[in-house]
């Protein structure tokens, strides 16, 4: 039973760690295409409204969307995209 544990203590870990490096790489991303670090936050979670609410928009759709809501300067591309739904999917708390 103690080893059951220690594979699913070792499991969350390993989970936690991939999260957080995501979460670096992302922050990272974001602040090289222009936002600043104290908008991540407001820019990911509107980038998650827009897109829970139509899951089926391109990346075009998306991007006209977020320009509607004030985010000009930023082109999203589709790796970050990408990178932004697997933060998502492994940390649905972040927005």
Sequence with gaps: ????????????????KNIEHLNQ???QR????GVDSNKID?????????YFANPDMSLSQINKKMQHLGWDDLELDYH??????ACFELN???T
């Design 1 to 16: 039973m103690q080893n059951v544990h220690s594979r699913i203590f070792f499991a969350e870990h390993l989970m936690k």
């Design 80 to 85: 970050t995209l990408q990178l932004v739904l």
């Design 42 to 50: 407001g820019f990911i979670r509107n980038l998650a409204n827009l």
């Design 25 to 27: 790489i992302l922050t």
């Design 92 to 94: 649905p708390n972040r």
């Design 30 to 33: 974001l602040k090289e295409k």
